[in-house]
């Protein structure tokens, strides 16, 4: 795959993910698609760690479901990190 599809499908996994995951998430587009580039690659790991063979179906859920994940982590360390009442 090319740096530009990479680019591309960080963006729309990234972009997906956000608007599965509840709440509001400041950030960019450049983080957006660094989300989802991310969360390909975590979700790739995990389910091949699980012993799901990746197909283009499965790597689109894998990659998803990884981005929400990692989201949802980035999250929770932005937001512990701030209040301290």
């Known amino acids: 795959m090319g740096i530009i599809s990479t680019v591309i499908f960080g963006l729309v996994v990234g972009a997906i993910a956000r608007f599965v995951l509840p709440g509001e998430q400041k950030m960019g587009w450049i983080l ?33 479901i990884g981005a929400v994940g990692l989201l949802f982590v980035v999250g929770k360390l932005k937001g512990s990190g701030g209040s301290s009442s």
């Open 32 to 64: 957006t698609c660094l989300l989802g580039i991310g969360g390909s690659v975590v979700g790739g790991f995990v389910a091949q760690a699980l012993g799901f063979p990746i197909g283009e179906g499965r790597a689109w859920i894998a990659s998803i």
